[in-house]
């Protein structure tokens, strides 16, 4: 695609961001669709400044990264009715100058676990209790599953429980909790702590889906301990592969070519 004067810009916001695959992922997706746009990455401390920088140069669309996903609803004109329920923003549009913000985190969740397995009057039990843990548990919520927040800390485990009208357990209990789908969203067993799992192999049970946020790597010890037993698993392109599908569709209006930006991603994992 030859870039010119007409050429939309699209971008992520972040700090870090220099690790993000979602550049790779999105230019890769508007090259295929041949959409005349570019996704860059800028790596941004003063959230509320680039936000007006957002208007002032007519980027069109940005995704948020950490640490601005909170940070940023201040300085949007709107928030879509999941975002303002999770309380946190990854994605931005701009309308004409009306910046409306939404978590495709939520979304991408919600369709990664669809493609595999129903959602509605599942028992649910999310592992962590951060930013990821709120999005899918909104999520979850919204499809009719039932969650229980299994959390290392029992206050902050607590607060996303009642949030979310769910249980608490303490992380070391997931033998006691009824469970069909279990979803880590704590940092454990990533790169390069692989050996790490955030629960004991024991407690994980064939009859459950298994699904982990982490991408890298791609198959983290919850995930292969999980097959080994046969269970159903999820692995973290999935999630992030379609939060960026919402993105794309949300800016481009069309329809976003899954398998080219699932490509895109793994070439860069596994590269
Ligand atoms: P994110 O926004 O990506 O979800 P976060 O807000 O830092 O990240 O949340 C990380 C979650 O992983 C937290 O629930 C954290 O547990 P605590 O509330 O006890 O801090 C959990 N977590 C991080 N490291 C962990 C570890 N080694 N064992 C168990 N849980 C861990």
Partial sequence: ?????????????????????????????????????????????????????????????????????????????????????????????????????????????????????????????????????????????????????????VGKGEKLARDLGSEFQHISNLKKTKCQILINTTPVGMIPDTDAMPVKSDDLEKTMVVMDVIYNPLKTRLIKEAENIGCMTIDGISMFVYQGVFQFELWTGKKAPVEVMKKAVLKRITS
């Fill in 1 to 153: 695609m030859m870039l010119n004067a007409d050429t939309v810009l699209f971008a992520v916001l972040g700090d870090p961001v220099s690790h993000s695959l979602s550049p790779v992922m999105h230019n890769q997706a508007l090259s295929d669709v041949g959409y005349n746009g570019v996704y860059l990455a800028f790596r941004v401390k003063d959230i509320g400044k680039v936000v007006s920088g957002i208007k002032a140069l007519d980027i069109k669309g940005a995704s948020i990264t950490i640490p601005h996903k909170v940070s940023v609803i201040p300085f949007l004109d709107e928030l879509d009715d999941t975002a303002e329920k999770i309380g946190a923003v990854n994605t931005i549009i701009n309308r004409q100058g009306v910046l409306t913000g939404y978590n495709s985190d939520c979304l991408g969740a919600v369709k990664a676990i669809s493609e595999k397995t129903a959602i509605k009057d599942k028992d649910v039990v999310i592992i962590g209790a951060g930013g990821a843990a709120r999005a899918i548990g909104f999520g979850i919520i919204s499809e009719g599953g039932r969650v229980t927040v299994l959390n290392r800390t």
